[in-house]
């Protein structure tokens, strides 16, 4: 990044020093031994049979699909840094078996450039751009509302961090969801019910670990070239250093 021209060159260095002199000497944050807590919450996940939402416009109001099923969805978001390349092939896979426009609008925005570039060369956004979804530039976009908004009073499902009122557009109700739900949503129009999420979501199975396999920066060419003309820049600075001294 520094190599690419990044706008505060200073800020990244004093990254790479502080990770650099933590792995020189690695700990990780424990908890007291004598801590106390107000309480312990355990969740059995064997328990929870269908996606969970947290419903307009509050991010601790959540509830099973089943419960908010068949609501109207104007718009459906699928970006910011809640998500990862892996959801953007999800939702890429289940819009490849849909023939024609989608009955609403789906913003498409990856959080950075590398999945965007992976996901193109992957063939993703052809299939984006063949049903009609919008692709934003990577970045926040609808999820802080400062790249785009939503229209005034549109129902939407979001999978962005928060869903206060006015955050994605102004007047509208924003439910929070898993990619996954959001592709179903965008393909029906509405809430699905969990039988009907459950149809789309089973034929990711198969595929599932080529699907939300996780991208690195160091497994993408043209990043590793970039960091290997860093580390070079950096070492030849150094020997220089040294010949003066």
């Not at 990254?15 to 908890?31: D, G, H, I, Q, S």
């Not at 459906?76 to 023939?99: E, P, Q, W």
């Not at 009955?103 to 996901?119: N, R, S, V």
């Not at 149809?199 to 590793?224: M, P, R």
Request: hydrophobic share 35%; net charge negative; charged share 25%.
């Amino acid at each position: 990044m520094v190599s690419e021209g990044y706008s505060d060159p200073r800020t990244l260095k004093r990254r790479v020093a502080n990770m650099e002199a933590w792995l020189e000497n690695p700990k990780l944050m424990e908890a007291d031994k004598e801590a106390e807590y107000a309480a312990t919450i355990l969740i059995n996940m064997d328990n929870l049979k269908e996606p969970v939402l947290c419903c307009p416009n509050d991010p601790d109001d959540a509830k099973l699909l089943s419960e908010v099923q068949g609501d109207k969805i104007d718009e459906v978001f699928v970006g910011s840094c809640m998500t990862n390349i892996g959801h953007y092939r999800a939702v890429g896979k289940m819009l490849g078996k849909y023939d024609g426009q989608l009955p609403t609008k789906l913003w498409i925005a990856p959080p950075t450039k590398m999945d965007q570039e992976q996901l193109t060369a992957e063939g993703f956004y052809a299939t984006y751009g063949k049903v009609g979804a919008r692709t934003e530039m990577p970045g926040c976009s609808l999820c802080m509302g400062n790249q785009a908004q939503v229209k005034p009073n549109a129902r939407v499902v979001s999978t962005s961090t928060r869903n206060f009122p006015n955050r994605l557009g102004k007047g509208s109700q924003v439910y929070l969801a898993s990619a996954e739900v959001c592709a179903v949503t965008a393909i029906l129009g509405k809430l699905p019910t969990p039988e009907e999420y459950l149809k789309h979501q089973s034929e990711l199975g198969k595929d599932a670990d080529q699907i939300y396999k996780y991208l690195n920066f160091n497994q993408v060419d043209s990043y590793v070239e970039a960091a290997d003309e860093v580390e070079i820049d950096s070492a030849m600075k150094s020997a220089a250093k040294a010949q003066m001294a």
